[in-house]
C-alpha cells in the first residue's frame, strides 16, 4: 500500500511559481508512475501532469504545457510540480497519484488509472 503526502502549496500572486512536492512512502517508488491531478468545488478532478517510472517519459495538459513542470528523485522517493507563471484559472486542490508501471516510458492520464491517492494541497494564486 502506498502512501502519498503533498507539501508546497499556498498563496501566490499570478505570474509567480511554487513548487509542489510529494513523498512516497509503503512501497517501491520507482515501480511507479506518478502524476498530479487538480480540483476545485463541483468540478471533475483535472489531469495536469505526469511521468513515468524512470522519468524518461513526460506528459502535460495543455493548459500547463511550457509553465510546468514535473520530475521524480527516485532517491528521495518524491515526484515534484514546479509550477510557474502561475494563472487565477490554476487555482485549485493539487493531488498527487500513483499507480504500479515499472514497464518502459509508461504513465496515464486518467484519474481512474491510478490506484493510490494523497490527501491534496491547496494552491491559491491571485490576480
Known amino acids: 500500500q502506498v502512501q502519498l503526502v503533498e507539501s508546497g502549496g499556498g498563496l501566490v500572486q499570478a505570474g509567480g511559481s511554487l513548487r509542489l512536492s510529494c513523498a512516497a512512502s509503503?512501497?517501491?517508488?520507482?515501480?511507479?508512475?506518478m502524476g498530479w491531478f487538480r480540483q476545485n468545488p463541483g468540478k471533475e478532478r483535472e489531469f495536469v501532469a505526469a511521468i513515468s517510472w524512470s522519468g524518461a517519459g513526460t506528459y502535460y495538459s495543455d493548459s500547463v504545457k511550457g509553465r510546468f513542470t514535473i520530475s521524480r528523485d527516485n532517491a528521495k522517493n518524491t515526484v515534484y510540480l514546479q509550477m510557474t507563471s502561475l494563472k487565477p484559472e490554476d487555482t485549485a486542490v493539487y493531488y498527487c497519484?500513483?499507480?504500479?508501471?515499472?514497464?518502459?516510458?509508461?504513465?496515464?492520464?486518467?484519474?481512474?488509472?491510478?490506484?493510490?491517492w494523497g490527501q491534496g494541497t491547496q494552491v491559491t494564486v491571485s490576480s
Open positions: 509503503g512501497g517501491t517508488f520507482n515501480d511507479y508512475a
Open positions: 497519484s500513483a499507480e504500479y508501471s515499472p514497464y518502459g516510458v509508461t504513465y496515464y492520464t486518467g484519474h481512474s488509472d491510478y490506484d493510490y
